[in-house]
């Protein structure tokens, strides 16, 4: 029964990490030549907390529970995104050191 759950959860994390957008995005973000657009990618943030917010006001004044769900998503995605720009600067300022590095060692 674990050999089971476990196989799925494999294979519902790769399907998340090839097929969801926000995961490709991240994905792109995380190479040498995306680090760059970690920091304005954290901006993408503020339209999933806006959807969030209305969402959750959506369900305040009767709204279907089901969308609590998408509340869920949508405060997932932000956290990723906000998460994102503080590590893609730390891992570009790395990657630049390292270049400068082997840059002032080849001469």
């Known amino acids: 029964m674990i050999r089971l759950l476990w196989n799925a959860s494999i294979h519902a994390r790769g399907f998340l990490r090839r ?13 040498r030549r ?3 657009w970690g920091v304005p990618a954290t901006l993408l943030a503020a339209p999933y907390l806006l959807l969030a917010s209305i969402c959750t006001n959506f ?10 769900l998408l509340v869920l998503l949508f405060t997932w995605n932000a956290l990723k995104f906000i998460v994102v720009g503080p590590v ?3 891992l570009l300022i ?7 590095a082997a840059t002032r060692a080849g001469h």
């Not at 097929?19 to 190479?31: E, H, K, S, V």
């Not at 369900?59 to 609590?68: E, K, S, T, V």
């Open 19 to 31: 097929y969801m957008p926000t995961n490709i995005l991240l994905d792109a973000i995380r190479t």
């Open 34 to 36: 995306g680090l760059k």
């Open 59 to 68: 369900i305040a004044d009767g709204g279907p529970g089901w969308l609590n």
């Open 88 to 90: 893609s600067l730390a």
């Open 94 to 100: 790395r990657a630049r050191h390292r270049v400068a």
